[in-house]
């Protein structure tokens, strides 16, 4: 049952990174998802193995990006659950309160961004593991640890079982034939998503438990004051930075080169360690800049992020596949480089986009949107801070 819960002992101060880092997070997450939308045949060519296969050069970019980003989102979403559940016992508010009313909207939005534009949506899974975690983030540490460690146990037990599977078979096992659409017809798309979504939806069975873990950790990390700047939130800094780019990177280099059998391990259990790396970077360099024209276009990224992360793959869209202007198929023999064009023109779009929206507006138009379905019309007393994926890591003011 939901309940009044004690607040916590100390109030966070104004986190000045965190729009920062939720727009080099959103922006990071299209550096590896325009992979997918520059592929000949779309995602869905990707995903069923068609097209020639990555050069070195290739591998090298992808393995940038590849997880890292989405980990570093993933985390800042667990950071905004931590400050929405604060918010709500110093109002004196009981939570989870009507939080699922908010995950159910972020599904909703997910499902929609998944059957309209992306196959590779990650909303639907955030939707499901933040429900679980706004019942957990209030809970002695005991309880989240022991959380943390039994999912995440169990998850890294599976993900070493199918890697040993993959590495044991000759091909890896037999798996269903993937349905694919031309890139001509946006509908076509449209109902390939929709017949094929068990098995396009799969990996959902990974970024919820993952997410889980993620979300409680990055509730921890603010409870721990590693976004704080403070002496210990430095010397936290300084051992996610070690244990990032010391440990998770050299690891991420080696599976990036080691072969497919090594995928699950390449994307979803070494980039969160570098993901906390970048938190710590990031969040230190914020911290002691003063800020500038670069800082302030990618913090409006941030603070339109849910936006921002829909736009980018409708421009792709757009850009990519042959209803549209049909690049990943003139471009073919010009990867990888033409791959790095799109992202860097498609980051820019996003950077104007925000910054002009900003200028008139508090919030991004999704999150406008999301605020509205949200909030209580008979009310006046202010709505939990934010909403969606956004708003989920808004930072608090006071």
Sequence with gaps: ????????????????????????????????????????????AWFAGGGP???????????????????LLTLLFGVGIELQYRSAVRRGARWPGRYPVRAGILFVEGLVHYVLVFEFDVLMGYAVASLLVAYLVGRSDRVVRAWMAVVGGLYLLGIGAVTALLLVLPGGPEVPEPATASTASWWAQVLVRLDSAGLYRIELVLIVP????????????VRAGALAD??????????????????????NLLTAFAGPAWLL???????????????????????RSRG????????????????????????????????????????????????????????LAL??????????????????VVQRVYARPARPAPSPTGAGLADAVRQEHH
């Design 53 to 71: 296969a990555p050069d070195v050069v290739e591998t090298a970019l992808r393995t940038l990006a590849n997880g890292k980003f989405l980990a």
């Design 1 to 44: 049952m939901p309940t009044a819960l004690a607040a916590p002992t100390t109030t966070p101060a104004r986190i000045t990174s965190l729009d920062v880092l939720r727009g080099v997070a959103i922006l990071g997450t299209f550096a590896s998802n325009a992979w997918l939308f520059a592929h000949p045949g779309g995602p869905t």
């Design 265 to 287: 391990v390449d994307r979803y259990v070494l980039p969160p360690l570098i993901a906390l790396g970048l938190l710590g970077l990031i969040t230190g360099i914020v911290l």
């Design 351 to 368: 950077v104007l986009f925000a910054t002009l929206w900003l200028r008139r507006f508090e919030r991004g138009p999704l999150e406008l």
């Design 292 to 347: 500038g024209a670069p800082r302030r276009a990618v913090a409006a990224v941030g603070r339109t992020a849910l936006s921002c992360y829909v736009l980018q793959n409708v421009l792709a869209s757009v850009l990519c596949y042959d209803w549209g202007l049909g690049l990943a198929t003139r471009f073919a023999d010009a990867r990888p480089w033409w791959v790095v064009g799109l992202w860097a023109a498609v980051s």
């Design 210 to 221: 993952s997410a889980t873990v993620l979300f409680l950790l990055g509730s921890r990390l």
């Design 230 to 251: 403070t002496p210990d939130g430095e010397r936290i800094r300084r051992r996610l930075m070690v244990l990032g780019f010391g440990v998770g990177a050299p690891l």
